[in-house]
């Protein structure tokens, strides 16, 4: 079993940044791990995931080039750095990881199986 834990989240004004952290509880150096958002009354929308390494990542195209995933596997933890946040990018945040999937391109909450409590992001006009 493995227990994320997320934290960074916060207020911030429109167009600053953010960085997220998410920690395991054991090695997940052979997971991909992933970030989702869930803004109020809407459905968990993937943001980003990285593949074993750090070298693979996958994006969502309404961050792309403003948000940059990355994993320190020695600490077991994953990074979401958000720059040039919009009000549009509050919601809650949350790290999801899979020992079962192959690559990144896995993008729906369902194929991931391990998830953390999260962490709110809100980016104020």
């Known amino acids: 079993q493995v227990q994320l834990v997320e934290s960074g989240g916060g207020l911030v004004q429109n167009g600053g940044s953010l960085r997220l952290s998410c920690t395991a509880s054991a090695r997940t150096s052979q997971y991909i791990m992933a970030w989702f958002r869930q803004a109020p009354g809407k459905e968990h929308e993937f943001v980003a995931a990285?593949?074993?390494?750090?070298?693979?990542?996958n994006y969502n195209d309404s961050v792309k080039g403003r948000f940059t995933i990355s994993r320190d596997n020695a600490k077991n933890t994953i990074y979401l750095q958000m720059n040039s946040l919009k009000p549009e990018d509050t919601a809650f945040y949350y790290c999801?990881?899979?020992?079962?999937?192959?690559?990144?391109?896995?993008?729906?909450?369902?194929?991931?199986?391990?998830w953390g409590q999260g962490t709110q992001v809100t980016v104020a006009s």
């Open positions: 990285i593949g074993w390494s750090g070298t693979a990542t």
């Open positions: 999801a990881a899979s020992g079962l999937l192959a690559d990144v391109t896995y993008t729906h909450r369902n194929d991931y199986n391990y």
